[in-house]
């Protein structure tokens, strides 16, 4: 049975961070706790809740480890409805994902050998007055099988990166705003697309329309089978909700034609896979793509994309996963990403809202 009254962070595990980065803050079960069951540990996480918090707002993202009860995606959303009471779905999403269990998915379906730009997860979505704030508090990570080599989700801080960003770049993208549009297809292809029947959780038209309507989208049907998705001006920097701190909040540098989705070897790396993803790349193109403008239409210098980049690349922090390891970052205040994996990998996610009340 367990005790109903509350037990302290140090009774179970102890805080530390990677050696030279404040980024994840690590809470490691104490050797002689790591056998606690699953019950009792969510016990301790929501009686710790608000600590846990609290800290995940000055750092940014926290990793629970070695917990040796945390096995699987029932533990993994288990954990994530007492931290966040409210899982969120992946309607509206950019990138290619699978149902796990639940509200679990998987962390990216997108193939191994390449690299997933760091990225605050749906940083893209405008907000309305239906969805004022329409994008997940929390994006969390679970391993279920640690990679045969790299397969990292570098992580960085936002704030960090828009004290490091040019001025007049800043100035920039908040004075003329950002736009997305999407090519979406009906089917893939090349294996990792974004399909509209995925992104609009639904393969009925009238359906999609009305998700799109109430998003406040214009969208139009291809000859193709596909759909063009015009969204409304987002924004480009924010304040987080709780700190009031100021953060660079945008996908730009990832959705755009000189990045994204047909870069880099996205069928392999073999000689002959370059050849013909190569022969591939522009009919591909035409029926799969982001390519994100500012709000007045007007392109976006190229240099502003390599510097945010170069900003982020230069900011960003790596760990090596082990299994059973369970990331949580704050959406707003951290970005992630993937480096190349050898199989095997197994990496679920969740997304998550607060309270508000």
């Known amino acids: 049975m367990i005790s109903e009254k509350p037990v302290p962070v140090s009774e179970l595990a102890t805080f530390k961070t990677f050696s030279g980065t404040p980024l994840p803050l690590v809470i490691e079960a104490k050797p002689e706790k790591a056998n606690v069951s699953r019950e009792e540990l969510l016990h301790w996480i929501a ?4 600590e846990f918090e609290t800290k ?21 959303e288990a954990v994530m409805k007492v931290v966040s009471h409210t899982l969120l779905d992946y309607a509206g999403g950019t990138t290619p994902r699978s149902a796990v269990s639940g509200k679990i998915v998987s962390s990216t379906d997108a193939p191994a050998q390449m690299t997933i730009g760091l990225h605050q997860e749906m940083s893209y979505l405008e907000p309305s007055a239906s969805f004022p704030d329409p994008t997940p508090d929390k994006v969390a990570f679970f391993c279920e099988i ?13 704030r960090v990166v828009l004290e490091r960003l040019p001025k007049d770049l800043i100035e920039r993208f908040e004075s003329k705003g950002l736009i997305l549009t999407r090519q979406l297809p009906f089917t893939k292809e090349a294996g ?21 309507e109430k998003r406040g989208w214009r969208i139009e049907w291809t000859d193709d ?10 924004p480009t920097t924010k304040s987080h909700r709780v700190t009031g701190e100021k953060i660079w909040f945008n996908q730009a540098h990832l959705l755009h034609k000189e990045y994204a989705p047909w870069k880099g070897d996205f069928l392999g790396t073999t000689p002959e896979q370059i050849d013909e993803a190569n022969r591939r790349r ?20 190229v240099s502003d994309l390599e510097t945010i980049r170069q900003t982020i690349d230069k900011t960003m922090t790596m760990f090596d996963w082990k299994a059973g390891d369970l990331l949580i970052c704050d959406n707003k205040l951290v970005s992630h990403g993937r480096q190349p994996y050898s199989p095997p990998r197994k990496i679920l996610a969740a997304l998550a809202a607060d309270d508000r009340g």
């Not at 009686?47 to 608000?50: C, L, M, T, V, W």
């Not at 993202?61 to 533990?75: P, V």
């Not at 399909?195 to 998700?211: C, H, L, N, R, V």
């Open 47 to 50: 009686a710790n809740r608000q």
């Open 56 to 76: 995940l707002q000055k750092h940014g993202a926290i990793l629970f480890r070695g917990f040796k009860s945390l096995t699987g995606a029932e533990d993994f």
């Open 146 to 158: 640690e990679p045969g080599g790299a397969g990292q989700t570098p992580i960085c801080d936002m």
């Open 192 to 212: 990792h697309e974004v399909t509209w029947p995925t992104m609009f959780g639904t393969s009925d038209k009238k359906e999609a329309e009305a998700f799109a």
């Open 225 to 234: 089978g596909g759909v063009r998705v015009y969204q409304k001006p987002s």
């Open 282 to 301: 522009p009919e591909l193109s035409k029926r799969f793509f982001y390519h994100s403008t500012h709000a007045d239409g007007s392109e976006i210098m």
